[in-house]
């Protein structure tokens, strides 16, 4: 339904930061409920953190609260996930996936689009 592609990724010294960008194109992004994932070596994909479109609801997995922020710019049809206070077990790819027209009391399951991902290495 629209098309995500991600940026900002890169290598960073423990408790440093990093701002990841997902740009979307085809859609207007508004109408999407956002969010990022995450994919470790030898693990599986795992949710990061949510948005809803109007940007007043947010969701973070536990491993992430306090540190990462997630925050949308439909005008600039991206959604953005600042980390900060990096540890290296967030390394891994981070991808940003997008829902249309959802209207549940959380966040979705699945997903109508995807992007290819950004490497995120954490270095001690």
């Known amino acids: 339904q629209v098309q995500l592609v991600e940026s900002g990724g890169g290598l960073v010294q423990a408790g440093g930061s990093l701002r990841l960008s997902c740009a979307a194109s085809?859609?207007?992004?508004?109408?999407?409920?956002a969010a990022w994932f995450r994919q470790a070596p030898e693990k599986e994909r795992e949710f990061v953190a949510a948005?809803?479109?109007?940007?007043?609801?947010?969701y973070y997995a536990d491993s992430v609260k306090g540190r990462f922020t997630i925050s949308r710019d439909n005008a600039k049809n991206t959604v953005y996930l600042q980390m900060n206070s990096l540890k290296p077990e967030d390394t891994a790819v981070y991808y940003c996936?997008?829902?249309?027209?959802?209207?549940?009391?959380?966040?979705?399951?699945?997903?109508?689009?995807w992007g290819q991902g950004t490497q995120v290495t954490v270095s001690s």
């Open positions: 996936a997008a829902r249309r027209f959802y209207t549940g009391s959380g966040y979705p399951t699945s997903f109508d689009s």
């Open positions: 085809g859609r207007t992004f508004s109408n999407y409920f």
């Open positions: 948005i809803r479109w109007s940007g007043s609801r947010t």
